[in-house]
Structure formats: structure tokens, C-alpha cells
């Protein structure tokens, strides 16, 4: 019996986790856009004792300078969703394109590009990051768009090769058939018979990349390659305050449980929007 | 004793089945009772999605994860094994009632020896006795189902057999414990005829031999007239009328039955008009009353409100249907006689399409480092031409390079040797290095609609692109012309909204049709088009694509291994062997006497509506010869009429009957004559 698939017709109910982890994720944007109207301090200027536990006035308590840490986790916002979201759609949209494409194309350009993806991607991250900064040298150290760059070419060939698994999987399909022998070229093939049937891999791919960038970006800050103080950015924050961990664990677990939060909103988010959009070409009998 | 006196061995009483859907519950199954009686042999028949299957495996106490038993009872030997534990089930399933499944290719686990997986099913029941006395039974089972009974076959993994062989084995697994019912979920459906034939024959003996009992599910009412007692016949759920096989067919009471073997097409008897049923099956839109109410030309108000039971025509007659009485029209069974509504091709000075002696192989892995790389033929020397406005059909076997033409035709494979020309044009070679206009000229449909159509686009895009990519056209015009294709293939312009997932099977083929149309294209490839549809969609396809041939000049080059359906659409036909022509003639001509002897092997295994048709049966496998070991002609090894070592070594002449219809065999037409007659019952068209 081939029955129809009605189940996979996509509901008129948003799934909870989209709703959720959605509105986290607007909660974000908005504290990123409005941060300077009602910030109570200055992220940058002293303006208690350093290391002061949660109170009223300090609600994630000061820091190794005085500075507030709530202000400087919200300002923070800014420039970590800026930089983990750019880059990450940068990466997905250009890992989504190479890898469909050689997966289409496949033979000896496909494996030639691969065997290169495979061997950037054996190289530990960090390690990576810090080659790529290192070779970049001294003149770009802290500026975004080498971080930006450094997240691109981290993340691009561990998409490409998902997107790749894709292709594969189509490549027999008649539809590609259909348009190959209408003489649709390869980039038109990727864009309108590929990609659609990659979105929902590729939502995924990208909430959780998009979630691992903040913290890619916190552990150069952490090992001070990345952004430059005075510059409010989480992982720069995590890191200054360190010392403090034992003491006056707030101003650490603070802005830690808010990267956590933006890691689980992201997440939820892209799997609920993959699982709204339904339709793959994978289907389940 | 009567047979109704005779205790049932199955008892299904009121079962009904839902399945979970997004609005809840779905009847899938209505309130479906019948019986069978030891050693007797019942057909379930419908259309997909008609609940078959479901009512038949409840037999074996399984239902699907999503499906909830409504109401009911499925009684084996007197107890309802739907209340059975998994416990209890596990004890009948297999051992006192077994199944064989549709799809040899996935039933049979690809990583574990046949022989093993055999014996596994009597080691689970305990029976059967030491392993010794188990590899004897397997070796015993393996010849009963005509597999060598060598420890060598017991040996092999799946992938190693052909689909005839595989389905054996599933057939000896279900045997093993000798079970009193088999269920039989469309055992033949993906096999060849002739591959068929031997599987029918195969079953036939077995039950004769075993005294098992039968519940054969099937779409194809021929098959059901070779092996079964008596027949049911299921709409949307519902068992609208059971009879014995020869009452069913010769007396169908119901209007769905009437409609349903009226849209069978027939080898023998190609002038009749299929009776086409109106519609398609809507879930959505059943009536509180008679289900097939929407669809059938006799339905009165009555009708749409109250339902009506099975209840009894003639002693071993039940029908579900208020006016059995007056809708017994015998003319529409044995069909009305027509015109031929092919449009007559035009007689062109030059072919459109010239195929001309093109040899194709796929590449070839080399076994070993050191072995030559010495491509395998999927086809050889193949030549013919297609006029236009005509349709000339290709058969065969799986496996006889049918596809590969196609592929060849459409530049997807370019080939060794020989050339193809379109319009007097060398077109030979891949897709990519031909003029747009000539692409947009030729057009493919294939085989599964599922596959060629993009599951993540919408109809309008997917019958769009062409026509933006052809035509370069956008927005509003483009919008009008894809409802006026979706017209043109009866679809309603609110399919443009659709993605594939949300239509059925014949909705799907007609919008890749629509698609192709699109390219407004002067040559359509037709592959395999219609096999992965119901019978009564296939009739309506086809009878869409000859409208269509009319209205627009198309030519098609029609691939099928229905020769029924070749029959009744082609002008031209061409009988492809293991990539070899082996009679091209026009199709009455090459569909009667004189045949060549595969033609004629594959005519006589086709099963038709006729209790007694004979089927005539060749024991050999097409798989079991290599191409290592080919003969001059490649019909040698399994011909019934070999003439000896002239047929190995000297390759056999075109012979020329009259214009047009040529035979390639070494045997005089004379002799052919004899010795091919019209196959079993079957009056010469001439």
C-alpha cells in the first residue's frame, strides 16, 4: 500500500520548541538594539569595588575593574550575536552552496575538494583559529573581521560536508535527471532542486553552529586572541573575571548561563523552523 | 458435506481499522468480513490504498504502528488473534500462518546467507529437529521451490540472486514450518511476466502439494483469475463484493468490479473500450452512504445516504450494492467493441527520431587490477526510427536495455557506436553538447513519479521552470500557462499550490506529463510510465496521453513491459532481448502469428480475466546465463525452439515478412507459423 503522507504536511501550530526558543531569541535582539537606552552604567567606566557579590544596584555584581557586569553582558549582545550570526550565515550559505555542488558534480573534483575539507577538519578548532590569526598577523589581532573570517573558514567544510551527504543521497533522483537534460546549469540545479531539499539539514546545521561560535569566539577572547578589551564580549568577560570563580561565582556563571541561554534558544529555534517546514526528500514510509 | 459445511479456517468478522491522522482517526479498514476455509485460495483486489493489505495482515495479528483496531475479530481456528499476546502471536506467525511479502528485494535481510535465513524461521518454532536434519529440510525446501537444492545456493547472499529467485526464497521461508495459510501481499507485482508466470505456476503446485490455504492480496485481476477460488473486492475500506473467481468475472455484480475489470487492458483482446471509472478515489469527500456513490453512474439518492451491507445475490454471491439487480450489465464485462481511436501517424519522408545500430554500456568496474576493461553491453546494435506523430513501443524484460535507450535518445548516455539522428540531425552524444531547441524538443517521462518530481516544489514550479527556462516566461503569463498545462493533463489549477507528497500516484504522473508538455516537445520518452499506477489510472493516463498525441503531435517512444498496454497504444512495437531487437513489426502484426519465440513466450505468459487460460511456462531464469557465455543470438540458451549449435554460433537473420515486420530468428516464417500459435484461447486479431 502507498499510502499518502499526510502526517508530514506541515500543522498550522507553530511547534513549541520554534515558539520558545523564538521568542528567547527576539528577547536577545531587542536587548541588543535597545541596550543604550536603558543600561544603567557605562559598560567601560568603574563604578564600584571590583568583585562584589549580586545586589540590587549590580544584579550580576562587579567585575575585576568595578565595571557593572550586567551592562557589560547586554552590551555584549551586540557585538556576540553580530559576530556568531554573520559569520555563521556566511559559513552555512557557502558551505550549503560547495557542498551541494560537489556532491552534484561529483568525480575527482568532488573528491579533490573533500579530501582538503577532511584535512582542515582533523585539525582541532582552536588550533585552527589560532593558525589562521597567526598567519593573519599582528595588524588584524582583535579586529571582527578576521573573526568573522576565522568562524568562516572554521565552519565551512564541516557544512560543505553535510550539505555534500546530501547531494548524494538526490544525485540518482529523476528530478535531477529532468534538469540536467533540460540543460540547467550546475549552479541553477544547486539553487532551485538542491537547496530546498538541504533546508532542513541546513537549519539544523546552522542553530548549531551559530551556538558553538559564541564560544569559539569567548575562547580566543579567553586565550586573548580574540576581541580586545575594554570591548564588553562574553567570552572576554568569562575570561577577565576568572579569578573570581571561587569568590563571587556570579559574575562568572552570569554571563555563562546567558551564552547558554542564546546556545538552547538558537537551538530550539532552528529545529522547531526545520520541523514547521516539514517536507525533505528523505521520507518516511 | 458441502464446502460451506467445512469448519473456516479464518473468520474475519466486522473488522474495521483506523489510522492516526492529523484530524484523529481515519477508517482505513470498514467493517470487512469473510471467511476462508482450509486449502482455499481467497483474493483480495482494490486499488492502493483500498485497506488490502491492512485487512490482510491482520491475519497475522499485526497492525501498523499508527493504525488502532476499531471494532472486530479476526478469528484463526477459532480464536481472535488480535487479543492474542505478543507471546502467543509469536507462536502462530510463521509456523500456522506465514507471510510473503511484496518486496523480495528488502525481505530478505541483505547481510545473512538464504540457506541460514531459511532455517532461522524453524529454529524460532523449534522444529525440524538437529541442525543436521535442519540443513536437510532447507536443502528439501530449496527444491521445492525449484532453487538447485546444492549446499552452494543455501550459500549465497541475497544481492548474488535474481528477483525470481529472491521471491522463491521468501517463498521457501514462509514454507518452512509448513504453515496452514499463507498470506500473500502482491508476491509477483515487481517481477517480469515470464518470471511471473513461473512464480504463479510455482504456488499453484504448492498448494495442490501442501493443501495450504491462500489470502492472496493483489492489484492485478489477471493473477487473481490463475490462482484463486474465489475473489473479494475491496473499495476505500470497504469488501463491496466476493464471489467465486469464475462468477466474479463472468457475472461482476457491483458497478466498481464492473468498472475495474472493464478497465483492465487485454493482450488478446485489444478492441475493447475500457470503461473508464469516473474519478479517483477522495478520502476527504466519502459520502455517508454508499462509498463508490461520487463515482458511479448508477447511483440514486438512496444511494449517497444509507450505506448498504454485503448482502447475498446468489448462494455464494455477496455484493454491497442497493441495485445489484439492475447494474448487471453483461456488455460492460465482456467490453464494447470500438474503434481504433489511435491518431494515424504521419507519413513523413524523414523519421524524426533515427536510431541507427547503437551500441550502449555502463562503466564497467574492473573485478581485478589486472582484468581488461572490457565494457558490458547494455545494448547492441539496436536500429529503428519513430515518424512523427507516432508511437512506437519498446518491450522487454527488466534488464533488455529498454531505459538505456531512452537514455541514449535523451543524451544522458552517450553511446559506443552508432549514431541517432533527429530530423536528418547527428544528435548523438550528451545532453550538455546539443542545441536548447533540440533539447526542449525531446522529452522524458519516467517511470516513478515520486522520484522525478522535486519533493521540496511546489506544481507550479516544478511545470514553471521549463516554461521560464524555454520560453522565458514570468509572473502572470506564466502562472496562465501552467493552469492551462494542468488543464491540458485534467488537473484543477489549485494543484499549482501543491507540493508532490499531497497527490496521489496518477496525480503525480500527470503533472511530470504536464511538465514535459511544457517544453511543447515533438518527441516524448515514455518510460515505463504507467507500472507504478492502479489499473484504473493507468487506463486514464493512457487515455490522457492519446488524447494529448491529437491535440499536440507528439510522437512517443513507449517503454513497457505491458504488453497488453503496448498493445492497445503503440503503432510500431520493437521486442528488445538482452539489449537486442529481436521483431520490430507494426502491433498487430508483431502481436499475432508468426511470432519470434520470445515474443511469443512473453505473450503466453501474460495472465488474463480467464479461469482458463494456461500459462505457458519457461524454466529457465533469464539471470542464470551470463554474458560471458552469449551465443550469436542472445535468445539461444532459453529458446524453446533452439535448432541447435546455428543458433549458438551463426547469428540469425532479419527475416522480412512483409513491410514493416521483420523477425530475427534462424527458423523459416513457415515453421514459425506452426509452431507459434495464437497463445492459449485467444482469437487471431486478422
Known amino acids: 500500500m502507498t499510502g499518502r503522507v499526510g502526517s508530514r504536511v506541515p500543522t498550522r501550530r507553530l511547534p513549541t520548541t520554534l515558539r520558545v526558543g523564538g521568542t528567547i531569541l527576539i528577547g536577545f535582539f531587542l536587548v541588543a538594539l535597545t541596550v543604550p537606552l536603558w543600561a544603567p552604567y557605562s559598560p567601560v567606566e568603574t563604578v564600584a569595588l571590583p568583585f562584589k557579590g549580586a545586589s540590587l544596584d549590580h544584579p550580576f555584581g562587579t567585575d575585576v575593574l568595578g565595571r557593572d557586569v550586567f551592562t557589560r553582558v547586554a552590551y555584549g549582545t551586540r557585538i556576540d550575536l553580530l559576530l556568531s550570526l554573520t559569520s555563521t550565515v556566511i559559513a552555512v550559505l557557502l558551505g550549503a552552496v560547495i557542498g551541494l555542488a560537489s556532491g552534484y558534480i561529483g568525480g575527482w573534483f568532488d573528491n579533490v575538494l573533500m579530501r582538503a575539507f577532511e584535512a582542515i577538519v582533523s585539525i582541532p578548532l582552536l588550533i585552527l583559529a589560532l593558525l589562521v590569526i597567526a598567519a593573519a598577523g599582528p595588524q588584524y589581532s582583535g579586529s571582527l573581521l578576521l573573526l568573522t573570517a576565522v568562524v568562516v573558514l572554521v565552519y565551512t567544510p564541516r557544512v560543505a560536508r553535510i550539505s555534500r551527504a546530501v547531494a548524494v543521497d538526490l544525485v540518482t533522483r529523476d528530478f535531477l535527471t529532468v534538469a540536467r537534460s533540460r540543460g540547467e546549469s550546475t549552479w541553477s540545479i544547486t539553487r532551485r532542486e538542491l537547496a530546498p531539499n538541504a533546508s532542513g539539514v541546513l537549519l539544523v546545521e546552522f542553530g548549531v553552529r551559530a551556538g558553538y561560535a559564541p564560544i569559539l569566539i569567548g575562547s580566543l577572547a579567553f586565550l586573548g586572541f580574540g576581541v580586545r578589551a575594554p570591548t564588553p564580549e562574553w567570552g572576554l568577560i568569562i575570561s577577565e573575571n576568572r579569578a573570581a570563580l571561587a569568590t563571587t561565582p556570579v559574575v562568572v556563571l552570569a554571563p555563562a548561563a546567558v551564552l547558554a541561554m542564546l546556545i538552547i534558544s538558537l537551538n530550539l529555534a532552528t529545529d522547531g523552523l526545520a520541523r514547521y517546514l516539514g517536507r525533505t526528500a528523505v521520507r518516511t514510509p | ?686
Not at chain 2, 541447435?644 to 514459425?672: F, M, N
Open chain 2, 1 to 686: 458435506m458441502s464446502l460451506a459445511e467445512v469448519e473456516a479456517l479464518v473468520e474475519v468478522d466486522g473488522l474495521s481499522v483506523d489510522f492516526a491522522s492529523r484530524e484523529g482517526f481515519a477508517s482505513v479498514v470498514r467493517d470487512v468480513s469473510f471467511s476462508l476455509r482450509p486449502g482455499e485460495s481467497l483474493g483480495l483486489v482494490g486499488e492502493s490504498g483500498c485497506g488490502k493489505t491492512t485487512t490482510a495482515l491482520s491475519l497475522l495479528g499485526y497492525r501498523r504502528p499508527n493504525s488502532r483496531i476499531a471494532a472486530g475479530q479476526v478469528r484463526f481456528r477459532g480464536r481472535d488473534v488480535l487479543t492474542l499476546s505478543a507471546r502467543e502471536l509469536r507462536r502462530i506467525r510463521g509456523r500456522q500462518v506465514a507471510l510473503i511479502p511484496q518486496n523480495p528485494a528488502t525481505a530478505l535481510t541483505p547481510g545473512m546467507r538464504i540457506g541460514n535465513q531459511i532455517e532461522e524461521a524453524m529454529r524460532v518454532h523449534g522444529i525440524g529437529g538437529s541442525r543436521s536434519e535442519r540443513a536437510d529440510r532447507v536443502h528439501r525446501m530449496l527444491e521445492q521451490v525449484l532453487l538447485p537444492p546444492s549446499a552452494r545456493i543455501a550459500r549465497k547472499y541475497p544481492h548474488q540472486l535474481s528477483g525470481g529467485q529472491r521471491q522463491r526464497v521468501t517463498i521457501a521461508m514462509a514454507l518452512a514450518c509448513d504453515p496452514q495459510l499463507l498470506v500473500l501481499d502482491e508476491p509477483t507485482t515487481g517481477l517480469d511476466v515470464t518470471t511471473q508466470a513461473q512464480i504463479l505456476e510455482l504456488l499453484a503446485r504448492l498448494r495442490t502439494e501442501l493443501r495450504m490455504a491462500f489470502l492472496y492480496v493483489t492489484h492485478d485481476l489477471g493473477v487473481v483469475a490463475q490462482i484463486c477460488d474465489r475473489v473479494g473486492v475491496m473499495y476505500a475500506g470497504q469488501l463491496v463484493e466476493e464471489a467465486p473467481t469464475r462468477e466474479l468475472f463472468g457475472n461482476p455484480r457491483h458497478p466498481y468490479t464492473q468498472g475495474l475489470i472493464a478497465a483492465v487492458p487485454s493482450v488478446a483482446a485489444p478492441q475493447r473500450d475500457p470503461v473508464l471509472l469516473r474519478g479517483l478515489l477522495q478520502r476527504e469527500k466519502l459520502p455517508q452512504g454508499c462509498l463508490f456513490a461520487p463515482r458511479c453512474d448508477f447511483a440514486l439518492t438512496e444511494c449517497w445516504i444509507e450505506r448498504q451491507s454485503l448482502t447475498t445475490a446468489s448462494p455464494d454471491h455477496r455484493v454491497a450494492c442497493w441495485r445489484w439487480r439492475e447494474v448487471s450489465v453483461p456488455e460492460v464485462a465482456a467490453g464494447r467493441e470500438r474503434l481504433d481511436r489511435r491518431p494515424a501517424p504521419v507519413v513523413a519522408e524523414m523519421p524524426l527520431i533515427d536510431v541507427r545500430e547503437i551500441e550502449c554500456a555502463y562503466e564497467y568496474i574492473r573485478p581485478t587490477r589486472t582484468a581488461r576493461r572490457q565494457p558490458l553491453l547494455a545494448v547492441r546494435e539496436v536500429s529503428f526510427y519513430l515518424n512523427p506523430r507516432e508511437t512506437f513501443a519498446l518491450v522487454g524484460e527488466s534488464g533488455s536495455g529498454k531505459s538505456t535507450i531512452a537514455r541514449a535518445i535523451d543524451g544522458l548516455l552517450t553511446p559506443l557506436a552508432g549514431r541517432i539522428l533527429c530530423g536528418g540531425r547527428d544528435i548523438t552524444g550528451d545532453v550538455r553538447t546539443r542545441p536548447q531547441q533540440l533539447r526542449r524538443e525531446i522529452q522524458m517521462v519516467f517511470q516513478d513519479p515520486d522520484s522525478s518530481l522535486n519533493p521540496r516544489q511546489r506544481v507550479s514550479q516544478i511545470v514553471g521552470r521549463p516554461l521560464e527556462f524555454y520560453f522565458g516566461l514570468k509572473g502572470e503569463s506564466r502562472r496562465r500557462r501552467v493552469e492551462q498545462l494542468l488543464d491540458d493533463v485534467r488537473l484543477e489549477p489549485l494543484f499549482a499550490g501543491r507540493y508532490p507528497d499531497e497527490l496521489s500516484g496518477g496525480e503525480r504522473q500527470r503533472v511530470a506529463i504536464a511538465r514535459a508538455l511544457a517544453a511543447q516537445p515533438t518527441v516524448m520518452l515514455c518510460d515505463e510510465v504507467l507500472s507504478a499506477l492502479d489499473v484504473s489510472v493507468q487506463a486514464n493516463v493512457l487515455e490522457l496521453l492519446r488524447a494529448l498525441q491529437s491535440e499536440h503531435e507528439i510522437a512517443y517512444l513507449f517503454i513497457s513491459h505491458d504488453l497488453a498496454v503496448v498493445r492497445s497504444v503503440a503503432h510500431r512495437v520493437g521486442v528488445l532481448y538482452r539489449g537486442e531487437l529481436c521483431e520490430v513489426g507494426p502491433v498487430e502484426d508483431v502481436f499475432s502469428s508468426p511470432f519470434h519465440p520470445y515474443t511469443h513466450m512473453l505473450l503466453s505468459a501474460v495472465p488474463e480475466i480467464d479461469i482458463t487460460q494456461v500459462l505457458l511456462v519457461v524454466h529457465t531464469d533469464p539471470a542464470t546465463s551470463t554474458s560471458a557465455s552469449r551465443s550469436a543470438c542472445p535468445f539461444a540458451h532459453r529458446c524453446p525452439l533452439k535448432v541447435g549449435r546455428v543458433c549458438d554460433d551463426v547469428e540469425p537473420p532479419w527475416q522480412v515478412r512483409r513491410e514493416g515486420h521483420a523477425i530475427r530468428c534462424h527458423i523459416p516464417l513457415e515453421e514459425l507459423t506452426e509452431r507459434t500459435p495464437q497463445p492459449s484461447g485467444r482469437q487471431t486479431v486478422e
